[in-house]
RNA sequence: GGGGAGGUAGCGAAGUGGCUAAACGCGGCUGACUGUAACUCAGCUCUCUCCGAGUUCGGCAGUUCGAAUCUGCCCCUCCCCA
């Protein structure tokens, strides 16, 4: 296990827990919602709006930033915290996503994975030892195994030869694995296949992995079928250990995955949206460029705390996305992100006050109540 | 006054006898988006009693089986020279 890196469970209401994740800089409570910064920047916001809104992890790409700027300039940088001035802790995906959205030019083979840079079209290469060398030198606080991330549905013999290679990688990335700043997790797979989620994380826990991740989830399949394949991965990670449902950043999955003892959640879908004017709301869903707005000139969230609600109205937020702004889509983001940091520290609260089932049972209500309990956000 | 170019759906712009309610772009309307190849993508955008029909391509009158496309006249716009 590594010394620099700790996680802590602080609070217990039936399966969920809040928790605090210390690392080398600093601690976050848990459940917790990350924000998506592929590039080494979180989508026209700044460091420092982050820290307002209360974001504690954020995510980079391995794959993006090992084609550029390339991960020895980060390491030259002196490390990506310092290189994009994100002084909080931050996390990197392994790349193995990126298998999974290339599948029409790559090539998985035992050894890694070929394919074509979505750049230039020049041939690629990344193994599980060239995903953690690079994150090393990146230096997030916690770093992913290189796995397939298989799209839904796959057949079982697909499935069953996946999840063994995606363990040899996990393998083979643990052995590789050098800095011991960087909290290293393994990723669970298996799809649908409850024998196969289940030995995957058997088989992962039996390597032992700073945290767990669970992955191929929100890749095509449907919501109760997300949910048991939580169910599935879940039942095999030891209760102690931290857990990460990757992708996902829907309010009913997260609230069902908070319920299963989950503690991390990261997801593109809140800046995504608000960069195409849809906004994340306690009423619900709102498509900020429809017409309805251009002279609707209440906040945008009446309920919301955040920057831009505080500031805007909805009729100039209106204006901004129509006009292709760029501070328009800032102001989204800010305030989607906001929503699900506050909806996060709502979790927290309602786990440590022992109603987190009366907690999770009303946001459904409000969901249904908006509209859009048939999509969760 | 002389010479030249042109008027096509909200705008720009193709089309120069049938396969054209009329390409394409913009604008407009609506939807999608879940470990970010995503400031992206998809649909609709003449009218109606809209799975069928009716009116269109400056106007009017012609030629033709058939015209946005050919002919005549008229109206209007722009450019050049006086």
Redesign the pocket.
């Known amino acids: 296990m590594n010394p620099n890196f700790h996680f802590e469970i602080t609070h217990t209401d039936g399966k969920a827990r809040t928790g605090i994740l210390h690392t080398p800089h600093g601690d976050v409570e848990t459940p917790i919602f990350m924000p998506?910064?592929?590039q080494a920047t979180?989508?026209f916001l700044s460091p420092e709006e982050l820290k307002e809104m209360n974001a504690g992890i954020v995510?980079a790409?391995t794959y993006?930033l090992w084609l550029r700027p390339g991960t020895d300039i980060v390491k030259r940088a002196g490390g990506v915290h310092e290189f994009m001035q994100y002084d909080r802790p931050m996390l990197t995906?392994?790349g193995?996503?990126?298998v999974?959205?290339?599948a029409?030019?790559r090539k998985i083979t035992e050894e890694g994975v070929h394919f074509?840079s979505?750049?230039d079209g020049s041939p690629c290469f990344m193994s599980p030892e060239i995903s953690i060398e690079a994150q090393n030198d990146i230096g997030a606080d916690f770093i992913?195994?290189f796995?397939e991330?298989p799209g839904y549905p796959s057949t079982r013999e697909y499935m069953e030869q996946s999840v063994e290679r995606t363990l040899r990688w996990a393998k083979r990335g643990k052995d590789a694995h050098k800095n011991p700043n960087q909290a290293l997790f393994g990723?669970v797979?298996g799809g649908e296949y409850e024998d196969l989620r289940r030995h995957s994380a058997r088989e992962l826990v039996k390597m032992g992995f700073d945290g767990y991740?669970i992955?191929?989830?929100?890749?095509g399949e449907d919501k109760p079928t997300m949910y048991r394949m939580m169910d599935y991965a879940v039942a095999e990670l030891p209760e102690e250990a931290v857990k990460y449902l990757?992708?996902?950043?829907?309010k009913d999955?997260i609230l069902e995955g908070v319920a299963r003892g989950i503690d991390m959640f990261?997801?593109?879908?809140p800046?995504?949206?608000a960069?195409?004017?849809?906004l994340m709301t306690s009423q619900g869903?709102v498509?900020i460029?429809?017409?309805?707005y251009?002279d609707d000139f209440t906040p945008i969230d009446p309920e919301c705390d955040c920057y831009a609600c505080r500031h805007y109205t909805r009729a100039y937020v209106h204006h901004l996305i129509?006009e292709?702004e760029?501070f328009g889509?800032r102001l989204l983001s800010i305030h989607n992100l906001r929503f699900l940091i506050h909806f996060m520290e709502e979790i927290r609260s309602a786990i440590k006050e022992d109603r987190f089932a009366e907690f999770k049972a009303e946001e459904f209500r409000k969901m249904e109540r908006a509209n859009i309990a048939h999509?969760?956000?």
């Open positions: 998506v910064g592929t979180v989508k995510l790409n993006h995906d392994s193995g996503f990126q999974f959205s290339f029409d030019n074509r979505h750049i992913m195994s796995d991330c990723i797979q991740s992955g191929g989830t929100s890749v990757m992708g996902v950043g829907s999955a990261d997801c593109v879908l800046t995504r949206i960069r195409h004017g849809t869903r498509n460029k429809n017409a309805k251009a129509k292709n760029g889509m999509r969760g956000f």
